[in-house]
């Protein structure tokens, strides 16, 4: 079991339409986490971060944190084609911050 | 620019040939990490630098891989004897702090014939 899953997809999505992703981590001290998206061929960028159970909004984007159940997932509400790109869920380790587990992301395409 | 820097952007090596990555980060920025990246998979870590000391390189998949950052800006990835297995992008971040958000650089593809 990898430590940071995600599922592959590809997940697609009409334009408009909430695409939502998701990650689950094994390190159950993990204190914070990082969406990050990375375009084709290009580097990642942030998204959002959280470390408090519970949602955190930021303009289209949601990420939700539930410690318990070591799941944490993006919400994209009004998606849009210039979304479409790979998003990828990093853990910092709880033991060593300065090394973060990134899963193998998945890809969105948003279909105008 | 701004941003952190890294060079060259493509290399092609022949197998058993050393290479030399660079990695500019963002001024004032006391963390940098070097990540590899294969297609189609998540950056695995590699090392991590707090200034001039390496702190971490539990990643670096063998003895030929060595990172620097000897006046704790500038930082160099070295492959050495490098093989086809090595072929992958290599993703220079840097960062205000250990913790914080990583600003990745556009990554150097290495590509081992």
């Known amino acids: 079991q990898k430590e940071v899953e995600q599922n592959s997809g590809p997940l697609s999505v009409p334009e408009g339409a909430i695409a939502s992703l998701n990650c689950t981590y094994s390190?159950?001290?993990?204190?914070?986490f990082f969406w990050y998206r990375q375009y084709s061929g290009k580097s990642p960028e942030l998204i959002m971060f959280i470390y408090s159970n519970g949602d955190k909004e930021d303009g289209r984007f949601t990420a939700q944190l539930n410690k318990a159940s070591q799941y944490v997932s993006l919400l994209i509400r009004d998606s849009q084609p210039s979304d479409s790109a790979t998003y990828l869920c990093a853990v910092p380790s709880y033991t060593n911050a300065g090394k973060s587990t990134f899963g193998d992301g998945t890809t969105l395409t948003v279909k105008p | 620019g701004a941003g952190v820097s890294q060079s060259p952007r493509y290399k092609v090596a022949k197998r058993g040939q050393d290479v030399a990555l660079r990695c500019d980060p963002i001024?004032?920025?006391?963390?940098l990490f070097w990540y590899q990246q294969a297609l189609g998979q998540g950056p695995e870590f590699l090392t991590y630098f707090q200034n001039e000391a390496q702190l971490d390189k539990s990643g670096l998949p063998s003895d030929r891989f060595f990172a620097e950052r000897p006046e704790g800006s500038v930082s160099t990835l070295k492959i050495q004897r490098t093989q086809q297995e090595d072929s992958a992008v290599y993703l220079c971040?840097?960062?205000?702090?250990?913790?914080?958000?990583?600003?990745f650089g556009e990554g150097s593809r290495l590509t081992v014939l």
């Open positions: 390190d159950r001290g993990s204190q914070s």
């Open positions: 971040a840097s960062s205000f702090s250990v913790t914080g958000e990583l600003f």
């Open positions: 001024s004032g920025h006391v963390s």
